[in-house]
């Protein structure tokens, strides 16, 4: 794509006070229902197509509708092919590739006369309102976006005039080669048809010539020398193309109306000429323009494998002279890369519809410049649910990942899901504090699980321990204690490390089990609890549920046990359990 809107500034539009969007070529919106996903397309289409907005669209009626958009990549080479009237309109304004727009309206119900476009002027650091030819210049970089809405819309939708409507814009899409290719032969049928219905055809119909002669007899009767014939338009190429509709067939038989059926099929024929749209961008690209395709929920009714083919047709489009938005509540609309660039939209009664920070913007702000980025965003992008949530846990252990939501669940009675919180893996430890740094920058609110051998490296590193911390200190002073009784090989540090024997994850769980260490661990505790993150005490899960093996049959057991048992049966520390389910939900 040579050209994209990159910003976009919403101002007293509905449920946006003030509402920034930073796009890129395929941007997903993400949000629950009713915060304001739906607007911000509907605004994006207000600044391209211009209508009066009514009172219900004003946030503050007593204040002006305001969309500002930043249009990046308006090259030479661009210029160069628009029309020269065009190109002079804009020309002037554009300051390293970059244009800047705005449209305002001031009132309710304004005539659209009276809503203006304006550019912005960097050498006068202010709005020029209204340039001559600054729409025409705008619609030949952006043409009117094809939108496409919620499906309550869409057998009305299919039925309109065709030039009007989503469905009549992807059909012009594909027809306008047809028209290309046939129109001097259409024209030339059409001339035949319109020299035998026209009033001055030079072939008219017979029939018509008999009506005309016996409405005239009456005629003259009452207004001497007046006359009267039947005239019928012929209608152009382009009238046809628009009065064009979808039959629906299924086997044999005469086809059905569109609106006929039902939602799953209506969505799917509509997604299916999106798909169609991209194969055909894709072997014949020849466009300057870029086209905005603004839809709501493109997974709407769609099985789960036709879900990821309109994934990738739209991804394609959005490579080949199309910029996509789209509003999804599925998981399966998002891969990973688009993850970086996906919106979270959220809605407040301070700050109205407004959009966090995406994750490769925070990802950028706490690790600038680091081949560690990608790592982070592999990481936190691959788990989707980040995308969903209002909260997010990070955990490194697969057995926290098998077992904390069927835990969270046997002792809430609800899914951490219902409560909007998102388990998220990590790589390793070593990345907790990263990843809480951008989850805080994206403005969700998150708690880290880790177990008790961060708090002698990791946490001190990280810091959210000292290295002279006094619990610390004491808890490294039993240690050694631990080498004669079992066996425990400790390294330079002072700290355990794995030999024949035992691991080091067996030996902080022997250290734990010391009644010298627990009060100070149960401190330790208590100090990162306070900053969102949760140690364990007994050194890992596996020693608070009562299991010693991390695979797929000690975790099955482990269910079943707790099924057949309940939680307080099976578990070595229960209401430690409890305790962690508290403090996830609070």
């Known amino acids: 794509m040579s050209h994209k809107i990159s910003n976009v500034v919403i101002k007293n539009y509905k449920s946006s006070i003030t509402t920034e969007l930073k796009l890129s070529s395929f941007t997903p919106l993400v949000g629950y229902n009713n915060a304001g996903k739906s607007n911000c397309l509907s605004a994006i289409q207000w600044l391209l197509k211009k209508s009066s907005l009514a009172e219900k669209d004003f946030f503050d009626a007593s204040q002006p509708i305001e969309v500002i958009a930043t249009i990046e990549g308006i090259t030479q080479t661009l210029l160069d092919v628009m029309p020269a009237r065009q190109k002079s309109s804009i020309e002037n304004y554009i300051q390293n590739e970059t244009l800047k727009i705005r449209r305002v309206q001031e009132t309710p119900s304004a005539k659209t006369a009276e809503i203006k476009i304006s550019v912005w002027n960097d050498s006068d650091n202010d709005w020029a309102v209204n340039p001559t030819g600054l729409d025409a210049a705008i619609s030949v970089l952006l043409p009117e976006p ?11 939708d299919a039925s309109k005039a065709k030039t009007s409507t ?7 899409e594909f027809l306008a080669p047809v028209k290309a290719a046939h129109e001097t032969e259409l024209n030339q049928h059409l001339d035949e048809v319109g020299r035998r219905i026209s009033s001055d055809g030079d072939m008219r119909f017979s029939e018509l010539s008999t009506i005309d002669q016996n409405v005239n007899s009456k005629v003259n009767d009452l207004f001497p020398g007046m006359s009267v014939k039947l005239h019928f338009d012929t209608p152009t190429i382009d009238e046809l193309i628009k009065a064009g509709t979808l039959k629906v067939f299924e086997g044999v038989g005469s086809g059905r109306d569109f609106s006929s059926y039902g939602h799953g099929a209506q969505r799917s024929i509509q997604m299916a000429l999106v798909q169609y749209l991209a194969e055909v961008k894709r072997s014949n690209n020849n466009s300057n323009s870029t086209t905005l395709l603004l839809i709501d929920e493109p997974e709407l009714y769609l099985h789960p494998f036709a879900i990821e083919q309109i994934r990738e ?6 490579l080949i002279g199309y910029q996509v938005l789209i509003t999804t509540h599925s998981a399966q609309m998002i891969t990973p890369e688009l993850a970086e660039k996906t919106l979270l939209i959220r809605k407040s009664d301070t700050s109205g519809t407004h959009s966090r ?3 490769t913007d925070a990802i950028q702000s706490v690790v600038p410049n680091s081949t560690h980025q990608m790592e982070q965003i592999f990481n936190l992008a691959h788990s989707n649910q980040v995308l969903f949530a209002e909260n997010v846990i990070l955990t490194e252990g697969k057995t926290e990942l098998r077992l904390l939501p ?4 046997s002792v809430s009675n609800l899914t951490m899901g219902q409560e909007k919180h998102a388990l998220i893996a990590q790589s390793g430890v070593h990345d907790t504090k990263k990843s809480l740094e951008i989850l805080a920058a994206m403005d969700l609110p998150s708690k880290a699980i880790c177990d008790l051998d961060y708090c002698f490296v990791g946490a001190v590193r990280d810091n959210f321990l000292q290295a002279t911390d006094q619990d610390l200190l004491d808890l490294k002073s039993l240690l050694p204690n631990l080498v004669q009784s079992h066996g425990v090989t400790l390294n330079g540090n002072g ?3 794995k030999n024949s024997t035992i691991n080091a994850a067996g030996a902080f769980e022997v250290l734990a089990s010391q009644a010298a260490a627990i009060p100070l661990i149960e401190s330790l505790h208590e100090k990162m609890k306070a900053q969102n993150i949760w140690i364990w005490k007994k050194g890992a899960i596996e020693a608070h549920i009562g299991i010693t093996s991390k695979n797929e049959i000690a975790w099955a057991k482990f269910k079943n046990d707790v099924i057949t048992d ?10 430690g359990l409890l305790d962690l389910v508290d403090w996830l939900r609070n």
């Open 146 to 156: 094809i939108r496409i809405g919620a499906m309550e819309n869409a057998a009305e």
């Open 166 to 172: 989503t469905i009549g814009k992807l059909l012009g």
């Open 313 to 318: 047709a739209l991804v394609d489009l959005s």
């Open 357 to 359: 920070l995406r994750l």
């Open 406 to 409: 069927f835990i969270f669940k």
């Open 495 to 497: 700290l355990p490390q």
């Open 566 to 575: 309940g939680l307080s049966q099976t578990c070595n520390d229960h209401q």
